[in-house]
């Protein structure tokens, strides 16, 4: 019969906080520089540009098919063989997870932008807008609308995929969590405990997310009928 | 009267398919011109190429005497910006409105005016009042497009084009996509412009406003002006086996008078 003691891993439980504020950190700027860089991605994807469209195609598919572990290890360890510059695991991490996502939130923009119907960018061509005013003020902010299910499921999983830090010995919660597993021998409490505390992390932000579509989806709907 | 646009020779082709073969066409100030045809005969195409929603394969069209583009080794060029403000003086309608559903009625009325125009705030509102007070629609300013009916959202569309001061506007089968009670009153605001002395240029079914409000009609067939002339001629007394049919097509259930 396992005997639950929970009491080591509360006396230190800021070791914990610590973790989770790091992985709230990293995540937090993997989505600051992430989201912009898929719009980007996304833009010259869908440009009519063939060579900028292909090159933003091979990084999405590229950054979307290897592990993102693997990636990791490579920015951490490989590049600064390459460019000469000293990689700490908190750059190595946002780096990585910045473009990582970034490749993700492309194809979420992509597919937002082509559902929207051609009508609307007619519609903005026959007042005089450019192909640059009627995207930033008419497609884009329909597109988004629409992208935030994907957004949100995308954003949790990249909060999930940071536990990967650890591994280069970066302290969010993963790393914490071992730490302290081995410091107090009570892995089954400590893991629960972490289990949970992601647990509670990402309900939150899902609960947030319902409320967010909920509150767009109440203007506007279709142009036709 | 001063002409405003004028067409030579125009051509489309998607693919190998020609569509456009050679129109001409001379619109004059104030005139509401009907352009009627069966589907694929390539009045909306033509319409779409005076505003350059389509750039043509061939031929020139000139606004106020400019050759809109420019020509080098024998093929026109056309630059983007160009264009786009040749499409603020040109305006369009389509058949499925295309009205900017995260916007409220004025704020599409105004849309064009603040970003392309570049009027300031207090102007583009003033004159999209206007211009929904022109539709009969001053009560709707701020609803979104979801809450109208077709008739009226089409009624809108019309004022976000007259609120960049067009100097013509086109209309690609304005009425076909609402029921038919709803059909009236968009007519009724296109006759209405058309006696404000709007240019206008309509591709339509309804014959009864070719008959009653324009003031030529075009016959397409097959890419180019079969017939064309005052309505009463061309719709009372069709010289071609073609139109005939066409019209015969149109009156097979036509109630008794």
């Not at chain 1, 950190?25 to 600051?32: D, E, M, R, S």
């Not at chain 1, 499921?153 to 919660?173: H, N, P, W």
Request: aromatic fraction near 10%; include cysteine.
């Amino acid at each position: 019969m396992v005997e639950w003691d929970f009491l080591a891993v509360f006396a230190d439980f800021d070791l914990l906080m610590t973790g989770l504020l790091n992985t709230l950190k990293v995540t937090g700027l993997a989505l600051l520089f992430g989201v912009p860089l898929g719009l980007a991605f996304a833009l010259m994807r869908l440009s009519t540009n063939r060579p900028l469209s292909m090159i933003a195609a091979f990084i999405i598919e590229f950054f979307r098919t290897t592990p993102p572990l693997v990636q990791l290890f490579w920015f951490f360890f490989a590049l600064p063989i390459l460019i000469d510059v000293r990689m700490t695991p908190f750059i190595a991490a946002v780096v990585t997870f910045s473009i990582q996502s970034s490749a993700f939130f492309a194809e979420i923009f992509r597919g937002g932008i082509q559902s929207i119907d051609k009508g609307q960018w007619e519609g903005a061509k026959a007042i005089g807008m450019s192909y640059s005013q009627s995207m930033k003020r008419i497609i884009l902010p329909q597109a988004v609308k629409r992208m935030i299910p994907a957004f949100m499921e995308r954003s949790i999983e990249l909060l999930k995929t940071t536990t990967l830090v650890s591994t280069v010995a970066y302290a969010d919660l993963m790393f914490q969590a071992n730490d302290l597993a081995q410091k107090t021998f009570r892995p089954l409490e400590v893991y629960t405990v972490v289990a949970v505390m992601y647990f509670v992390l990402i309900f939150v932000f899902s609960q947030l997310s319902i409320a967010v579509e909920r509150r767009l989806a109440r203007s506007g709907e279709s142009t036709v009928h | 009267m001063s002409e405003i646009v004028r067409i030579e020779n125009l051509h489309k082709s998607f693919d190998k398919l020609d569509v456009l073969k050679g129109i001409d066409l001379s619109v004059s100030a104030g005139e509401t011109i009907v352009l009627l045809g069966s589907s694929g005969s390539g009045k909306s195409t033509m319409l779409r190429c005076v505003n350059f929603m389509e750039v043509p394969s061939d031929g020139r069209i000139y606004l106020h005497g400019d050759l809109i583009g420019s020509e080098q080794n024998g093929r026109m060029n056309y630059r983007e910006s160009e264009l786009c403000t040749l499409r603020t003086r040109i305006g369009m309608v389509f058949q499925h409105f295309n009205l900017f559903p995260h916007m409220t009625v004025e704020q599409n009325v105004m849309e064009g005016q603040l970003t392309v125009l570049k009027r300031s705030q207090t102007e583009a509102r003033d004159k999209a009042r206007a211009q929904l007070e022109r539709v009969g629609l001053a009560d709707k300013a701020l609803e979104y497009p979801a809450r109208l009916s077709g008739g009226q959202k089409q009624r809108v569309a019309i004022a976000r084009a007259l609120a960049m001061d067009p100097d013509v506007m086109l209309f690609d089968e304005v009425t076909s996509a609402l029921d038919p009670e709803l059909v009236g009153e968009v007519l009724k605001t296109m006759r209405q412009l058309a006696e404000e002395g709007m240019t206008m240029l309509v591709v339509t079914h309804e014959l009864g406003f070719a008959y009653h409000v324009a003031n030529r009609v075009l016959f397409l067939s097959d890419g180019a002006i079969l017939e064309q002339g005052e309505p009463q001629q061309v719709l009372k007394a069709p010289k071609t086996k073609r139109m005939r049919e066409f019209l015969d097509g149109h009156s097979l259930f036509k109630l008794p008078d």
